[in-house]
């Protein structure tokens, strides 16, 4: 019996784990550790990606060398920069994902012409399984600072190992 308890326990806890790590969003590396650099193929780096509306998406690179310009598809297939929506430089530049559309992106120092440039499509999340609390809410677009995204989530796994710890004792 008690262990009974103790088990579904243990799934109640594991359930409400994966659904945080479903809601918390994605911050997209490009090119994972190799960043935002010549050489790398970024066709095949998009696909290894699924975009997902609310997702982050970074650039790491070296400034002195790169830049992140962002396009629409005639920039893209052209390399050009006349069109450009905006420009980073900082070498660590996040761009918060927040609409349903294809992004597109390339190097505006030169890189773009040797394949520095990426365009993918953010799909819109699957709706929520629960549609019984529909509330008319428009929905939040989240602010600009990353760190008030992933607050939440962070204290709810902390408060649940915190309850974990209570109830199984470690
Ligand atoms: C990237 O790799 C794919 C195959 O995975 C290939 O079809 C494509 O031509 C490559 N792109 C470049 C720019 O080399
Ligand atoms: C890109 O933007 C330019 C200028 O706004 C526009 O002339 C061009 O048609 C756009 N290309 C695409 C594919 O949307
Ligand atoms: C850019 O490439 C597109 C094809 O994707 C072409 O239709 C367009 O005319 C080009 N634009 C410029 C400014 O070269
Ligand atoms: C980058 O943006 C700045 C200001 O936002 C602009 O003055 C500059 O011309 C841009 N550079 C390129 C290459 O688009
Ligand atoms: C998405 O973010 C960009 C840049 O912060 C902003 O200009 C745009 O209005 C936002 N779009 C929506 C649908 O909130
Ligand atoms: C939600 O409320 C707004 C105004 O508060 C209204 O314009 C809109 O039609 C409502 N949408 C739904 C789905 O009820």
């Known amino acids: 019996m008690e262990a009974n308890k103790r088990l579904a326990w243990a799934w109640l806890l594991l359930a409400t784990l994966a659904m945080v790590h479903h809601v918390s969003a994605t911050d997209h590396i490009v090119g994972g550790n190799r960043g935002w650099n010549q050489g790398i193929n970024y066709t095949d780096w998009v696909n290894s990606q699924t975009f997902v509306l609310l997702d982050w998406i970074s650039f790491r690179y070296q400034k002195d060398q790169h830049n992140v310009v962002q396009v629409n598809q005639s920039g893209y297939d052209n390399c050009t920069l006349d069109n450009a929506f905006g420009n980073w430089s900082s ?53 600009s600072d990353p760190g008030c995204e992933l607050r939440p989530v962070g204290f709810t796994v902390s408060a649940l190992l915190m309850l974990a710890g209570a109830l199984f004792g470690f």
């Open 91 to 143: 070498g660590k530049d996040f761009f918060f994902l927040n609409e349903s559309k294809r992004y597109y992106y390339i190097d505006g120092r030169g890189g773009c012409y040797g394949g520095m440039k990426i365009t993918f499509l953010v799909k819109s999340p699957a709706p929520p399984p629960h549609h019984s609390v529909a509330q008319n809410t428009t929905a939040k677009s989240g602010g």
